[in-house]
């Protein structure tokens, strides 16, 4: 009759306890790996919102600067467009970069009259288009096309 001493002094592991063993760190692993991607796509999804945000200051600033020109667009048109290239000298960079390597330099800022007071209260209407190369990596919901 096998004792209990006796079992306590085996050598090794069992097949079964190195499965479970196994599972076990394979839970691990994936509930780990679940959580690192959320995080990653969190900080991604906030380099999008800073840089949305930095083109918004520097049409708010471009503004500022060219209120006439601006002002003689808005009675002929409902909207003035800036693009990147107009806004550069506001950011104080040279691109706009995306977090997953690419730039933003395709991005612009559409200024318009508020309607509804029909005063030059300014509307910024932000299209952030990041691209790496011909690949599109991110376009904005406020984009027109």
């Known amino acids: 009759m096998l004792r209990v ?48 945000n930095t083109l ?12 006439d020109l601006i002002n003689s667009a808005l009675i002929r048109d409902d909207n003035y467009s800036i693009d990147f290239e107009n806004l550069k ?14 730039t933003c330099d395709s991005s612009y800022v559409i200024v318009s009259k508020d ?9 910024y209407q932000v299209c952030l288009i990041c691209k790496d190369g011909d690949n599109l990596l991110y376009k904005s919901s406020e984009c027109l096309e």
Not at 115 to 123: E, R, S
């Open 5 to 52: 001493d006796d079992k306590m002094n085996k050598d090794g592991f069992t097949l079964v306890e190195l499965l479970a063993v196994f599972v076990i760190l394979a839970i691990i692993l994936g509930l780990s790996v679940v959580g690192v991607n959320s995080v990653i796509k969190n900080s991604k999804d906030g380099v999008y919102k800073s840089n949305i």
């Open 89 to 102: 000298s506001y950011i104080n960079l040279s691109s706009l970069n995306a977090p997953n390597g690419g």
């Open 115 to 123: 309607i509804v007071t029909n005063k030059y209260n300014y509307k």
């Open 56 to 67: 918004k200051s520097a049409a708010q600033n471009y503004v500022i600067d060219n209120i």
